[in-house]
């Protein structure tokens, strides 16, 4: 197991992949481009991977950027962010010249993110007292009052991710869950450990960074297990009939999804309204209209920019064969923008008609747990921000995270 491997033993198989992933993008492969998460164009790729129709990637992958198709995968029962077989989900000392399986680079199982997708739903009903659209709805001042007090706490210049964007997400999930102020002092450090998660299976992290990951998913697991057991976290604990097992598996989600993906949306959806000055405005006026806003622009900058599924069966799409246990990736962020499926897919239309065929999940195959959590705060930042900074604007050039394939995480959001 990976997590047990000598640093020597997990460095070799993170540079090997890291490898495969340089030299096939070197040879055009436009998803391998997209993996080796340097390069500054990936929307660029993601149209070259959409004329290739549904197409075999170079490292091991079926790659679709079509939004019909894409649509119909996320949808297919067939298809499941794990393999079959039991146990954690990860391929160490694979040789991945002759056999590509870089669909789990390392195992993400402790931070939940490897689940089938009837298991989400049936985590979504578990959690829905405390996670569903209409029991968020109902702590709307909460959440908002939390991105109040963190923009409160800056002064005319300030990070959006590192001052408000993460510290109101994690005072949102420890109130949601109930947290007791010992694990609330946690939290920070446990996130910066976990703010890798969805990028780690996927696009090798340094070695340093997989570590930290490694450490922060079992202290958070061990942790909401004493949590659990005890009965102080008082969110979790009033999830009735739901089992101990299931309970963590909801904390680590709304920690895990809750704070790192609403963190990326709620950066995603301000840049991409700072660039549409008249709607960021309107917004500060009238925000109700924040929520179609919000939409529009995670359709245009999603914060998961593909989704990874696993066939665990045999399907034929376009004439193609997809054989059992082959990874199939949908480019998110490269399917929002089909020509095929939205009326002028590159324009910014926050009532568009076809807004509803967007692709954008919050919280990729936990989406029926994380989905409300996600936008509700996306949506709450955007109002507050909109109201309390009407005139904000971008300070300096956002930087983001290397090796954020997924995420495309962000570093530094100067703004002023």
Known sequence: MLTDQTNSELGRH??????????????????????RAGDDDPL??????????????????????????????????????????????AHPGVDVWDNPL?????????????????????LARAAAPLLSAEALAARLPEIEAAYREALAATGERFDLYRDVAVPAALRVVADVLGLPEETRQRLPELHAGLATALDAGHCPQQLVAARALFTAMADLSAELTGLVDSGRATGLAALAGVSPEDAVAVGTLAVVVGVEVTATAVCNAVEVLLDHREEWERIGREPERAGAAVREALRLAPPLRFESR???????????????????????????????????????????????????????????????????????????????????????EVLHRMRSAVLRGVLRFPVA
């Open 14 to 35: 993170l540079l090997t992949i890291r490898g495969v992933q340089f030299i096939f993008g070197a040879q055009g492969d436009p998803f391998a481009m997209i993996l």
């Open 44 to 89: 660029g790729h993601g149209a070259r991977a959409r004329e290739q129709g549904l197409h075999e990637s170079s490292i091991g992958a079926w790659v679709t950027a079509q939004r019909e198709l894409g649509a119909r995968i996320l949808g297919d029962e067939r298809f499941s962010p794990r393999h079959a077989e039991e146990g954690p989900q």
């Open 102 to 122: 870089l669909c789990h680079v390392v195992p993400l199982d402790d931070a939940q993110l490897n689940r089938d997708p009837a298991a989400y739903r049936a």
């Open 310 to 396: 696993i066939a665990r069966e045999q399907a034929e799409f376009d004439g193609k064969t997809v054989e059992e246990g082959r990874r199939v990736v949908v480019l998110v962020d490269a399917a929002n923008r089909d020509p095929e499926a939205f009326a002028d897919p590159d324009a910014f239309v926050p009532a568009r008609a076809d807004a509803d065929r967007s692709l954008t999940l919050l919280g990729g195959p936990a989406a029926p747990v994380t989905e409300a959590l996600v936008r509700l705060q996306t949506e709450a930042a955007v109002r507050v921000l909109a109201e309390l900074r009407p005139g904000l604007r971008t300070g300096a």
